[in-house]
């Protein structure tokens, strides 16, 4: 497996995204396609916490495909409380067909989550 990196992925594959931002991520395989039906499970945990699950959502494969997008709307990535300023760190991982971890805690370490603050909304005076 492979995740596209982008903007808020860098190469040791930690998400940096602004709290209330909708997430995106593309799994890729191209020697062995995602099947329909496949399931991804994806998860955000509290750091130094894996038992602490903060966010878990499900996803089935609908059509043969060598990519596959997880998506996490901007409601779903308000989690915990505002942050005023600096970052708030998260671990998650990606869970492929029930019976093994595709992206998560290995040799390396946790996957990490870094959420950003976001600007709070106006009240109307």
Known sequence: FNMR???IIDENLTIHINRGDQLELTLIDNE???I?????KFSIMKANDS???LLQKEYIVENNTNSFDIVVSSEEMRLGDP???GTKTYWYEIEHNGIYTVIGYDQQGPK???MYPEAASK???
Not at 36 to 40: E, L, Q, R, T, Y
């Open 5 to 7: 990196l982008d903007s």
């Open 32 to 34: 062995n396609p995602f």
């Open 36 to 40: 329909a039906g496949d399931k991804f």
């Open 51 to 53: 038992t602490t699950v």
């Open 83 to 85: 942050i005023k300023t």
């Open 112 to 114: 990490q989550l870094i």
């Open 123 to 125: 009240e109307d005076n």
